[in-house]
Structure formats: structure tokens, C-alpha cells
């Protein structure tokens, strides 16, 4: 509702791709169906390659999918969350995490730098909103997310508290 009516129906049609392109990743990493941990780790992870400029390697999902949920499991403002609240948070960091990526996958095809600047400064953001944390020091492994000196935030990898499962900000 909050885009131009004019718009809508093919803003709808996108969103739908995404989340289908994003079933996708689930069946590829063995994420669990409307996983909200899976979708934030995706988000994560395509949201860092957009702002570091530097692929990751895709196997690094799962386990940051695991580190998540182990921390949303104790978050208390998660269990609070109704199931709705949660899948919506799910499809919004599924699509946004889908549309970073296809967005830079056609940026590799089709160089535009305005549209590199803006991918870049929009996963920083994305990513310093979810996490509070500095993305520069963000570091990815087969054990998840680490991070490699404080950012001036609390996030889930310096053991502070989980996301709320609330996506950042709806694409634009």
C-alpha cells in the first residue's frame, strides 16, 4: 500500500518473484520452509557482498541461519511476536535479501555505478539497522557470523541481543 496504485500490481508481481527465487535458496541449503532465521541469514550475506563488494561463499548460510535461531530462541521480544509479525518479517528479508542480490547480479552484467553506490550504501544500512553493528568488521566462516572488533552496537555476534525478527525497510 505504500507504493503508487499505479504501481502495485507490478511491484506485487516482483515481490512474488522474489519469494519464489528464495525457495529456491531454502531447497539449495536445506534451510527449513518460511524460515525466518534463513531468510535473515540470506539477507544478511547478500547485504554484506553488496556493501563489501566481495562474494561470500554461499555455504556460510546454513550455519549463520543456525547462529540466529539459537539466538531469536532466546530473545524474548521474538517469542513475544505473533506468527503473522513473523512471517511478514520472513518474506520481507527474503525478498529484500533476493532483490540485493538479483540487483547485483544484474549490476555484473549491466555495470551502473550510481546504482553500485546506492546497492552498496543500502546493504551498509541494511545491515547496520538489523545488527548494530559496523558491517566492515563483520567476518563470515563455516561457524557463521563473527565479528572482528567492536562496532559501537549490540548485535547478535558480539553476544548481545538477537534481531527482533522486524525486517529494516521495505525495498524501494
Known sequence: STYPAAKRQEVTNVFREMLALYGRVEQQYGLPKNDLAGAMAMFILTNHIAYGGVDQPPEVIAPLAAQLRSAMASNP???????????EAFEQFAIIGMFTEATRLALQQQPNPTISANLKTAGGDYLQTLLKIDPATMRFSKNGLSVTSTGGGVGIAQGGSAPTGKAAAKPS
Open 77 to 87: 521480544q521474538i517469542a513475544e511476536t505473533s506468527d503473522r509479525e513473523k512471517q
